[in-house]
């Protein structure tokens, strides 16, 4: 009997497990936490480009290398909230995801003016002296609207489920909807 | 090309727990089945290329112990489109919280009151 | 002709705006283009005009094939005669200024379009079409505007009864057409189909037949239909579109008249029509539904005539076609006369009309007359010619013989009732009657003087009779007026002196019929059949649409695991012979895979589930990891971590433990297992199945190896797939990123702005500071 | 002229992105999503005339040819299913523009709703077109998660409940996809459908059946076949008016015409037809009395659609030129008339302040131009004459009686009376609500609710767009001869199968 309690109690909450806003004026911040997460945002973000560029020979991609900065991003807001968000991206995330669309759909659409089929691609090879040789394949500009577009996404996300929830009182929110809806019924 | 035992065990788990967990009212618990028929599919889509082999990379491996490169691809996609409609599903869910107090899935309003005036209280009430 | 169809739609088109400049003008101008068309058939006809052809859709068999002969202008006579006497009719029946008139003279001319169209259609398609466009003319002519409940009912119920009858019939022709191999009327005449599926379609043709032309046990729709203005019942359901299903009958007879199929029920239902839509009218008070009810006896008096397929009873039938639209419209028309400018149209509550309007009552005597079967006139002729179709010797014809003369005795005393209900008597107070005027009386006048004119001349009705019967064999019997004495003479004579004992009787036989049981009461079968069907499609929906999300998902469930499992079992399932593993890594990782997802169910907390999920999602990437995927297991890795911290995000607005839910029934418990288990060891098989059927690696993947290097400048092949090879799958992945996250912005920030709407804002205008909320 | 099948994909992709780049100016996004779908409506014709004159036009993106690259396909069908889409697509953005201008003044602009819509007219046509199993699925989430997004736009709690109904069985739909796709790849190694075509006929009888049957009730999901509808009448009748227009215009239909598509050209004449049959039987009934048992309008309305679906069905399991035929014409009356009935009914819902036909009456009095729009699809849905649904039903009923078999006979008698059964829920409709003495409106009981209930005002473009796609539903039957032909050409190709392969596999790519 006792076994049984047990087992259906084995995960009950005991303690508050996420860090809450409530009450307090902003996000309870952490130096320690704040400054290192700074120093390792912009590894972390070269590191992402690495994988873009080198997801034609190696494991990578558009989305590793997007997803990579993206959670650079979240490292960011955890550490700060969206106060550190925002000194870290300033543009609108929207505009970001739809030019990561664009610069896509152009690359699509580039080789029909050069008489090749809707995404056609051709790639070319340079030997740079004292560099070595330069490729240069033309979906790479597909590959980086991918990234473009995952970075955006993630930087919605954090606008919207991120800062866009745990500003919320959402205890208001529904004594609100909660009068509302006996307003209805009188 | 048949796929192993073991891979086969793991998708009929991984079904069997997504099905199971899709057929319940919380709502959190349909997003999770979700995720987890979503981990089967992918799963299943990079096990439908044949028995595995040297990942795909030109050069590296010789072309005939390579992995099928297409199902790989086709999975990459299906799992970044599962992603990004879970995320859509929570931002749902998070809404319907919000107006709804829980977030259980309900039923059918209309169709409940069709269902009351047809079959009767009693049967509700048994419910 | 078409043209004259085309020009009776055209005027309709443009009705409603002359009344609206002229107001009850609109009916004299539909009235003087009716008239044309008829004018025109008839001048094509002398001419020798056949057929002429229109295609519309010749895949679907759609043509307007037209073709004009004896019947399908005896027809038209009645169709354009009549609609333009009653259009004419019209212009003083309604008020001046009155709402409406536009519309109703729209639809009485469209309706004449639709009737013309009907019967001179040779194509069964465009017949169909025609026809159910009366019904909806009907529909939209009962209903008027639409206020009176009773003018609702009515006209609802003649649209399904007639419609359902419209849709039966169209199967019919089309399984008739079907067998023929030919959708022309004429072709399907000349050479009928044989075999089950034309007895099945015969069958459906005659459902088709019976609630057009209101018999039983269709008829009450056409009693009902009576709320409409006395000129739509003169002209639609009386003259016109009830003679539909008469029609047909007409003509397809030629060629179905020998089989029982055929000649059975029509006979049966069209006598025992007869004889109880006699009855019923004999019990009226109201004179429209006395009319309506002597309109549904004489239609089954109609269809035994066409039905049997012998010289003489055809052309009896086409002569009282011909008789029965001249005398029921003049009647009607009078009563509507009487109604409007008496105020009433009960018998019980009229006296001394006869003495106040000697000219109307003369006109609605000599109609009377018709209608009984009196010489001179041509309901006479006409009835005199039934009588002799069906006096022989063998017991089928004395049988319908007793049938009909039955039926005529109920005219004969109806028809007093009527004549006398409206015109007799007295009259206490005729000052308050107002006077029927020139037009109203000369509208009634036209069809009464061609009843007698025919009557004198039947030989002009027997131009076109006669024509149409000439199809089922030589001329044997002549309309006229005098035979010397005959059998039939004797009958009418038996028939006409019954009658009026009949009708002096009325009150002892109204109260025998009212023990009649109330079983017979076609009214009733209808309202029963309605709350039936409606009490049908509660029961199915209820027991069916449960509203519950887990049910649904359920049913899809065992839907996608049943059906292509017994579409599998259909043929035989070869031998499997899977390796066990193909790398021993793959093991702990399926357990701890397993073990995972498995425990999801059982955690009380939301964060435990869904960390279990995230354990899940990185034992398979893991697994993609091991077997050769490292592109695949990279995402899986990543893919999974920001899933959780979206999953982190949300969760946090979640009360921390799963709600405790009150124990379900077991059985519902136990299904959902079943169909989980079930579902799951289905994927298991299906996958070692599928994998089985498949010999050679694939052709595609081995092209996008072979060809990375120089196509997309990438040894990456699983990259070069999806930014180049298959990158049109990219792009579209991408977009459903793109809408995700604008869906979720919209949702996540929705909170935001519904507070911001809450406040009181300075512009007011709320929608736009949402969303200039939501971009920010 | 292939690099024009791409355009009907590309162009609303790069109109949503910049869409969203350039954030919500309402002209700049009324403008953008006009004139690419007016452009597209004329891609899509000039593809229809290109696929009719000749073989099928076909586009290998990237210049890889099958079976490694994606091809794209405008044949027959395809062509002209994308062309009626797009101008049901194009007329109901004219009202939703409308709707939205009336209701929160011209000027104002939404972040989701252009941009969405253009995601979602690109996955439609994506859907046509792609002659890619595994693009397909990608088709339809494309156009499913921008469906998604449209439907839970400005929820209220009704709203939430609906779209997380609708959102839930199409993701559970969307899965059930991507295990098919893969059984499919496991047995064959390809993904294209014109490839897939030859090697699916080599596979053992049973496997066969089995594919088949998985990729009816797969694609049958979201076509709303019974027993797969529940979800729909419970979640399409909340959405706000132009969505469920356009939903119940198009998206059903994406899985019919995947469902044809795949059925005709994977399987042949080695389909199951009979299950087909009963299927069909089991849709028209179900959703005929499913319509009669409701009271709300838009419920109704989403019952007799999924009650139409069974025609499709129909005409697809009988399995003959003249089947298929009528079920193309079907689909093209369908999204037609369909979308214009829900169109109509959000204006007669905006007048009357209610969807419950208990509560409205009089509407033929105090609107008579909503009167007669609403009047002419309802009886063209009854399939009554001379309007479109009759054409088509006409076509759908003779192939029946042709095929001759006693459940042919059956199902033909069944689509006769559903098409009375939806007679009689229209009738029940125009008496009630139509007819009677106007009731006042219903004071708007939901204050979250800003758009489209019980406000009253009807702008001309809605009024016109609305007139717009009920003039298209009349065009189908005026325009019935050339389109009958048409489609009795179309019907040809998908029973050859030999053209579209012949067109995929070797035709020359550029």
New interface residues.
Partial sequence: MTERQDWEQWDLPTEAWLRSERGSEGWPRSLQLEVTVRVLFPTVLVFSVYLLLAGHHAPGGGFSGGLVAGLAFVLRYVAGGSVELASAARIKPPAVIGAGLSVAVLTALVPVAFGHPVLASTHWEWHVAGFGDVKLATNLFFDIGVYLLIVGLVLDLLRSLGAGIETRDLEREQERERRRAEEERR | ?????????????????G????????????I?A???????????????????????????VP?AA???????????????????????????????????????????????R??R???GEAEEAGR | MLIAIAALVATAAVLPAVARRWGRAAFAVGSVVVLATLGLALVRYTAGYRTESLAWAPVAGLEFTVRLDALALLMTVLVSGIGAVVLAYFTRYASRGEEGIGRDAAVLVLFAGAMLGLVLADDVLSLYLFWELTSICSFLLVGGNGLKGEARRAAKQALLVTILGGLAMLLGLILLGTAAGTFRVSELVASPPGGGVAVAGIVLVLVGVFTKSAQLPFHPWLPAAMVAPTPVSAYLHAAAMVKAGVYLVARLAPAFAERPVWWVPLVVIGLATMVLGGWRALRQHDLKLLLAFGTVSQLGFLLVLLAVGTYTAALAGAALLLAHGLFKSALFLTAGVIDTRAGTRDVRELSGLGRRWPLLAACATLAAASMAGLPPLVGFVAKEAAFKAFTHADPRSALVLVGVLAGSVLTVAYTLRFLIGAFGGRGAEPGEVGRPGVVLTTAVAVPVAASVVLGVAPGVAELLAGDYAGVFGAATYHLELWHGFTPPLLESAIVLAAGYLLYRRTAAATRAGAALPGVLDAQRGYRAAVVGLEALARGVTSRLQTGSLPAYVGIILVTVIGVPAVGLLTGPIEQLSPRAWNSALQLPLTVLALAAAATVPFARRRLTAVLLTGLVGYAIGGVFLVVGAPDLALAQVLVETLTLVVFVFVLRRFPPAFRRVERESPLRHRTRLVVACAGGAFVALLTLVFSSLRERPSEAGAAYVASAKDEAGATNVVNAIIVDFRALDTLGEITVLLVAATGAASLGLAARSARRRALPTADGDRGQREDEEVTA | MSTLVALPVLLPLLAAALSLVAGPIAAVQRVLSVSVLTAIAAVAGALLVAADRGAPVVLRVGGYAPPMGITLVADRLAALLLLVSIVVMLGVLVFAIGQRASDHGPRSASVAFHPMYLVLSAGVSLAYLTGDLFNLFVAFEVMLSASYVLISRRTNAPRVRASMTYVIVSLTSSLLFLTMVAFVYAATGTVNLADLSGRIDALPEGAKAGLALLMVVVFGIKAAVVPLHFWLPDSYPTAPTPVTAVFAGLLTKVGVYAIIRTQTLLFGEHGDWAFLLAVALLTMLVGALGAIAQNDLNRMLSFLLVSHIGYMLFGLALFTVAGLTGVILYVVHHIAVQAALFLVSGLVTRHTGTASLRDMSGVARTHPRVAALFALPALSLAGLPPLSGFVAKVVLLRAGAEVATPMAYVVTAAAVLTSFLTLYAMARVWVSAFWGEPSPPVPDVDPTDEVTVGTGVTSKPMLASAGGVVVAGLAVAALAGPLSTLSERAATDLLDRGPYRAAVLEGSSG
Wanted: proline share 5%.
């Fill in positions: 090309m048949t796929v192993d035992v073991t891979t086969a065990v793991l998708l009929g788990g991984l079904y069997g727990v099905f199971y967990l899709l057929m319940q009212r919380s709502l959190m618990h349909i999770l979700l995720v987890i028929l979503g981990h089967g599919a992918n799963l299943l889509l990079q096990a439908a290329g044949g028995p595995p082999g040297g990942p795909a990379f030109v050069g590296i072309a390579m992995s099928d490169p297409l199902p790989q691809a086709l999975a990459l996609t299906a799992i970044v489109i599962t992603f990004g409609l879970t995320t859509f599903l929570l931002a749902l869910s998070y809404r319907s919280w919000v107006l709804l107090g829980h977030d259980e899935v309900q039923d059918d309003i209309e169709d409940h069709l269902r005036r047809e079959l």
